[in-house]
């Protein structure tokens, strides 16, 4: 097993964790490794890409009046400026 120090850490997060242990009924290393455990075990949702996002947002206001056309599959030409 690994083991770990952490240093600075304040008085009043050690104290807190001192209790949160406490109240589980753990030692308060017992905790930590509880709480790390936790934390590299969460699963974030995806947020989805960029379009996601913007579609959220369109969404909340009301929604496009008219459909979007795809373009997918269509050449990519560069502007101009003549």
């Not at 406490?22 to 699963?43: D, P, Q, Y």
Request: aromatic share 2%; glycine share 8%.
């Amino acid at each position: 097993m690994a083991q770990l120090v952490v240093r600075k850490l304040e008085n009043t997060v050690k104290e807190r964790l001192q209790r949160r242990a406490r109240r589980n009924g753990h030692s308060m290393e017992e905790e930590v490794r509880e709480i790390l455990r936790n934390a590299v075990a969460e699963k974030r949702p995806s947020s989805g890409g960029l379009g996601t996002r913007i579609a959220a947002l369109v969404s909340k206001r009301g929604g496009l009046k008219t459909p979007i056309p795809e373009f997918r599959g269509h050449e990519i030409k560069p502007a101009t400026f003549d």
